[in-house]
């Protein structure tokens, strides 16, 4: 069976699972590989505007499997040919992460990559690094303070400690935690509500906006904010959009169009989408 299993609905929205209970979705080549192209094709699947990511079984994914760790550990790191987590924030459309169970490591990063965050009562995160020996991987040390501060990122790095779903809604590393057994009922139909009503385009340019100004400052931001809305506002969503509210119906919203290319229009691309794993 695949390392990771797609689901599509009618709805536009595509459930994304990482597929390895046996291993607890433990990351390995084979899942991260697989991730990424399946990332790759939903980003040009005009059928699908939201995306889910859960993993299968009692677990999200506890980090690199344990296994790996093992056959690599004092070793030159070698990530000649490997895709990094900036590949997540480069999917165009939001991604939305349905955290079932354990989610550390590699599987926390992932997890943070998201756009928004949903957790099950009972889920258990860390960072876990520090206490493997290791750095702050992937991008961790730079995505984890902008999202819970700098205090409480370095408290989860350097103590690796775990936390439970309910700790992280409080810091933030999560925004809905529910009962397990309506995780992926929620989370879907917060999907299926993106899906339903906002333009697949302003969400790709929205999040592409949010992502580059994070470290810019305010002129440069509404800059970016000036040439989004000239080029949105020649779409055909902006119309449907305002139609739809006047009358009072459903929007018809466009597919995202293929070409079209947030970092282009702003003028920035991400940071990390530029960073080559195998250079220092």
């Known amino acids: 069976m695949s390392d990771v299993l797609v689901e599509r609905g009618d709805d536009g929205v595509a459930i994304v699972t990482l597929n390895r209970p046996d291993r607890a ?7 991260e590989q697989a991730f990424y192209e399946v990332l790759s094709r939903l980003d ?8 889910v990511l859960t993993g299968a079984g009692r677990h999200f994914c506890p980090g690199v499997d344990t296994q790996r760790l093992g056959d690599i550990a004092g070793q030159p790191m070698d990530l000649s040919g490997r895709t990094g987590p900036q590949h997540t924030w480069a999917f165009r459309k939001p991604l939305i992460a349905a955290i079932n169970g354990g989610c550390a490591g590699i599987g926390l990063v992932q997890a943070l990559h998201c756009d928004v965050r949903f957790a099950a009562r009972g889920a258990r995160f860390a960072t876990a690094f520090a206490r493997r020996g290791l750095a702050g991987e992937y991008g961790m040390t730079w995505i984890l303070p902008r999202i819970v501060g700098l205090e409480s ?6 103590s690796g400690r775990t936390f439970d779903a309910d700790e992280a809604q409080s810091l933030g590393v999560v925004s809905r935690v529910v009962e397990p057994d309506q995780l992926m009922t929620e989370a879907l139909s917060y999907a299926r509500d993106l899906a339903a009503n906002s333009s697949p385009a302003s969400m790709a340019m929205i999040k592409h906006q949010v992502l580059s100004d994070l470290d810019v400052d ?9 040439r989004a809305m000239a080029h949105l506002a020649q779409l055909p969503d902006f119309r449907e959009g305002v139609d739809s509210f006047v009358h009072k119906r459903p929007p018809r919203f466009s597919p995202l169009p293929a070409d079209l290319s947030p970092e282009a229009v702003i003028g920035k691309p991400f ?9 220092p």
Not at 25 to 31: K, R, T
Not at 153 to 158: K, S
Not at 218 to 226: L, M, N, P
């Open 44 to 51: 040009g699947d005009p059928q699908v505007r939201v995306a």
């Open 153 to 158: 990122a370095l408290d989860l790095l350097l």
């Open 218 to 226: 305010y002129e440069t931001g509404v800059r970016h904010a000036y």
């Open 271 to 279: 940071t990390a989408v530029r960073v080559d794993p195998t250079q």
């Open 25 to 31: 979705n433990a990351w390995s080549p084979a899942l």
